[in-house]
Every structure is written in structure tokens, then in C-alpha cells.
């Protein structure tokens, strides 16, 4: 009865390769996000999207593609991974609109680019 | 823009002694919100608490207890009696009208219970 799922928990590749990282909710939210964290636990924002619609993209490389088939699913398409994208990728999911709302985060998927 | 600070990069404490961990805050909008969350060793971000903009009031729930300040834009956060299971990162995080309901999180503070 996981909430937030994310898939892989742990994904290991080479430099240049493209992978994805898929997230799913199950709580009935209407806005999806991405955030990384770094290796010194820095947490940023990377996309927003709500109701599958693109809100937020922090000025985020544009090999970093977010796809959302539906307002349950937000996967991560990475291209030409470089040693750089190593880190931490969270997804999260709130109910629509409002700031106050808690957002509640996957369990992380660890990418490490060799 | 916003900001949020945690000043304490790691903080170590011994079993039972109190600790205070520093959030500041930086926002131009008047309605916001602050949130706390702990990531334990294992990875996951959990959910402590949600205090808006126009509450001030502290809260207390168990150990833990919250201290928010609007004058000096500080929301602390203090754990009584502190047991090994605290020892996580705990972070401090934003969210304001002006930036699309996205969270904005403070670099974090690493807690160390030691027994």
C-alpha cells in the first residue's frame, strides 16, 4: 500500500547512456514534483506538475525530461547521463494548488553515472 | 526569491540531553508556510510538521516541540530527551504563493545520538 512508489531503488550506468526513473501515487493527488539530492544532502526542486502539465522546471539541463502519462505517474527521462547527475532523485505528490499542502515523498532512487 | 537556512551543519548529542535544531527563513510573501522533515538513515523523507505564516503559536507533540518566531523569521525545532532514534537529518523547508506551491528546503542538519 505504498503511497509513492519510485522504480529502480538503486540504478548504476555509464556516462552518455539515457535511463528513466518512474514514480506512482496512489493517493489521488493532482500535482507531482522531482527533486535531487546531491551527495551533500542538498535538496532541490526540479519539476512541478500538475494534472499533467508542466508548472515548474528550475532551470533544469534539458537532457533531464519529466513525462507524465497521467495525473499518477511522473517518470524522469535522463539522456547522455554525465558523472554530475549522480545522486539522489525524489519524487513527491500533494494535493492541487494550495502551499500548505504536505508533500509526500517516494523512497529515493540512488543513480550513480561511472 | 526564497531562502531557507540551517545554520548547523551536524549537531552531536548524547542519549537524554535536549537539543535545539535553527531554521531561518527568507520570503517576500506574506502568506507561507514552513515545514519540517526527518531522513533517518534509510533514506526516506518524513513528514514532522506544517505551521502557516499566521499561527505562531508553538506546537508540542511528544519530544517534540516547535518554536516559530515571524520577527526573526526563525522556526526551531527542539527535541527533548533525545534517544538514538533521532539521529537522522532533519531538514527545514518553504512553501510561498510566488513560487508555484514547490518547497524550498534549507541545506539540512545531521543530528548524531550518541547512546
Known amino acids: 500500500d505504498t503511497a509513492v512508489s519510485q522504480t529502480p531503488k538503486y540504478l548504476v550506468t555509464q556516462m552518455g547512456n539515457d535511463k528513466s526513473i518512474k514514480c506512482e501515487q496512489n493517493l489521488g493527488h493532482d500535482t507531482m514534483y522531482w527533486y535531487k539530492q546531491d551527495s551533500k544532502k542538498f535538496l532541490k526542486i526540479m519539476f512541478s506538475y500538475n494534472n499533467k502539465e508542466l508548472i515548474i522546471n528550475e532551470t533544469v539541463p534539458n537532457r533531464f525530461s519529466p513525462k507524465s502519462p497521467d495525473k499518477a505517474h511522473l517518470n524522469l527521462h535522463i539522456n547522455s547521463l554525465e558523472l554530475g547527475d549522480s545522486a539522489v532523485y525524489f519524487c513527491?505528490?500533494?494535493?492541487?494548488?494550495?502551499?500548505?499542502?504536505?508533500?509526500?515523498f517516494g523512497p529515493g532512487t540512488r543513480l550513480t553515472v561511472l | 526569491a526564497q531562502k531557507v537556512t540551517q545554520a548547523q551543519t551536524e549537531i552531536s548529542v548524547v542519549e537524554k540531553e535536549d537539543v535545539t535544531l535553527d531554521c531561518v527563513y527568507e520570503t517576500r510573501d506574506t502568506t507561507y508556510y514552513l515545514f519540517w522533515y526527518k531522513q533517518p538513515p534509510s533514506g526516506e523523507l518524513v513528514f514532522l510538521i506544517r505551521?502557516?505564516?499566521?499561527?505562531?503559536q508553538n506546537e508540542i507533540s511528544g519530544r517534540y516541540s516547535w518554536n516559530f518566531q515571524k520577527s526573526t523569521s526563525s522556526f526551531n525545532f527542539t527535541i527533548t530527551a533525545s534517544q538514538v532514534v533521532d539521529s537522522a537529518v532533519y531538514f527545514c523547508a518553504l512553501s510561498a504563493n510566488n513560487a508555484g506551491n514547490m518547497l524550498t528546503f534549507g541545506g539540512g542538519t545531521r543530528l548524531m545520538v550518541k547512546p
Open positions: 505551521r502557516n505564516s499566521f499561527d505562531e
Open positions: 513527491a505528490s500533494s494535493p492541487a494548488g494550495a502551499i500548505y499542502n504536505e508533500q509526500f
